[in-house]
């Protein structure tokens, strides 16, 4: 059965970087692919972007290309998102979430996929 | 980018009851790309349906999705107490959409 624990809550200020991490367990790290999700306070979901870190490929939403970057290591079965120049209407639950299927066979390099398995999620509040 | 609009906002209904929800898409959705999510208080969501009406692994058969094109619909049977949550549509493929939800109060 994956598993996906995330990192504790963080506080951070307006401008500066926060980055979460996402370990896994179970399943293959290799050829799966994983989002993150976003969830303001009182609001909806809201995709940031993933990676397939067979390809090594990351897909952003447009809205934080340029201040968001998501990245893999394979090798502590890893993942992390990292956010820049933090606002106030960034404090938000950050999730990882992961596709059960794998991309062993074939995936386009910029397969999105529903999202079976998730974080706990992890509580980034920006405050002056 | 594509749009989705889930309707009602909030439905509520006694045990027992049906529940109708909806997501409409701004423009044609390929290959029925569209998953369903639950997400229940301070809980992560849990994905539903993919691909428009399959039923992932544990849901119960009294939640089914229909829909093509631009509309999409999830049904929910005989509601229990349990299904009290929001529900979101997400439409995937090359990037992930949400809808804004729909909350069934039971």
């Known amino acids: 059965q994956v598993q996906l624990v995330q990192s504790g809550a963080e506080v951070k200020k307006p401008g500066s970087s926060v980055k979460v991490s996402c370990k896994a367990s179970g399943g293959t790290f290799h050829d799966s692919v994983i989002s993150w999700v976003r969830q303001a306070p009182g609001q909806g979901l809201e995709w940031m972007g993933g990676i397939i870190p067979m390809f090594g490929r990351t897909n952003y939403a447009q809205k934080f290309q340029g201040r968001v970057t998501i990245s893999a290591d394979e090798r502590t079965y890893t993942a992390y998102m990292d956010l820049s120049s933090l606002r106030s209407d960034d404090t938000a639950v950050y999730f990882c979430a992961r596709w059960a299927g794998s991309c062993a066979s074939s995936c386009h390099p910029a397969w999105t996929p529903p999202l079976d398995f998730w974080g706990q999620g992890t509580l980034v509040t920006v405050t002056s | 980018e594509i749009v989705l609009t889930q309707s009602p906002g909030t439905l509520s209904l006694s045990p027992g009851d049906r529940a109708t929800l909806s997501c409409r898409a701004s423009q044609s959705i390929t290959r029925n790309y569209v998953a369903w999510y639950q997400q229940r208080p301070g809980q992560a969501p849990r994905l539903l349906i993919y691909?428009?009406?399959f039923r992932v692994a544990g849901t119960p058969d009294r939640f089914s999705g229909s829909g093509s094109g631009r509309d999409f619909t999830l049904t929910i049977r005989r509601l229990e107490p349990e299904d009290s949550a929001l529900y979101y549509c997400q439409t995937y493929g090359t990037s992930l959409t949400f809808g804004g939800g729909t909350k069934v109060e039971i």
């Open positions: 691909g428009a009406s």
